[in-house]
């Protein structure tokens, strides 16, 4: 008896109908929106009912590409988008034309140190080396815009590694800072769903000074592990004078609001080196090391 070889599959791919359906062929039949495919029908997907599922499309589409990349964990970054690194600090300062414009640049001079903090901290996860089964971890992942998060993705494309920029449509326009790599440079339409995917995979989180989007990150995060709903992983509060500034995290406590164990949930880091050995010895913990 000759070899006979089952073939994997009898349907055609659906990259294969795509062309098929190409037919050349012009009718009021087939130029009617009614006869394109349902996946190439850009009119039918954009529909209000067609929501949920663009909400599965696009949780779907990013947890693919890590798959497929073998990446087993990341460490996310947030911070600031209005944090520059010291040099473009300095020049705002020297650009400053009144009073008030030049107080706002002289505090961003004095946080800009955390820009090449958090480029340090970077480069410290992505030398992690790969497991036993080839899996990446801690490969570092920010939200793919200026400053802070620029600065994250450049720690790691400064020793040769790869990082994820997770970006969001905006009404202004925001480009990936060139530091992101190509293949791991995401867009959403839904904020959920992106800070969804920020915390799928994290498994050590470093928060910077920052704005309302760094809050809203950071406090669903410290939610989420509060009540149980992930389980904990090592949060960094970079910059004890500003959150402890800017949040009165005592005053909840004192108000009955929060508990004092809450406030265990993240650790207050001053120096990239201090925060990488505070996921070090998380996990040391965690394995009994």
Not at 264 to 281: D, K, L
Request: a negative charge; proline letters at 6%.
């Amino acid at each position: 008896m000759t070899e006979t070889r089952v073939p994997s599959r009898v349907f055609p791919r659906a990259k294969q109908d795509a062309e098929t359906a190409k037919t050349g062929i012009s009718t009021p039949q087939t130029e009617n929106p009614a006869y394109r495919l349902a996946f190439q029908d850009m009119d039918f997907l954009l529909r209000e009912d067609l929501r949920p599922v663009r909400f599965q499309l696009e949780l779907l589409k990013p947890q693919l590409l890590i798959d497929e990349a073998h990446i087993g964990s990341t460490f996310v970054f947030y911070g600031s988008a209005r944090i520059p690194e010291p040099e473009k600090a300095q020049a705002l300062l020297d650009a400053a034309k009144d009073e008030k414009s030049r107080r706002i640049a002289e505090r961003l001079v004095a946080k800009s140190h955390y820009y090449e903090m958090a480029r340090e901290l970077a480069r410290l996860a992505s030398n992690f080396p790969r497991d036993e089964q080839g899996k990446r971890h801690f490969v570092v992942c920010s939200g793919g815009g200026p400053s802070i998060m620029e600065a994250a993705n450049r720690g790691a494309h400064d020793v040769h590694a790869d990082s994820i920029g997770l970006n969001i449509v905006l009404p202004h326009e925001q480009a990936p800072n060139p530091y992101v790599t190509p293949a791991f440079s995401m867009q959403f339409h839904y904020f959920a769903l992106r800070k969804m995917h920020f915390l799928l995979h994290a498994r050590a989180l470093a928060a910077f000074p920052g704005g309302f989007g760094t809050f809203d990150e950071l406090f669903e995060l410290l939610t989420l592990i509060q009540t149980g709903k992930i389980a904990p992983i090592p949060v960094l509060l970079f910059g004890r004078d500003f959150w402890e500034k800017v949040v009165n995290f005592d005053a909840l406590v004192e108000e009955g609001v929060v508990s004092e164990r809450d406030l265990e949930i993240f650790s207050y880091v001053e120096t990239a080196a201090e925060g990488w050995a505070v996921v070090q010895r998380f996990y040391q913990e965690q394995s009994g090391g």
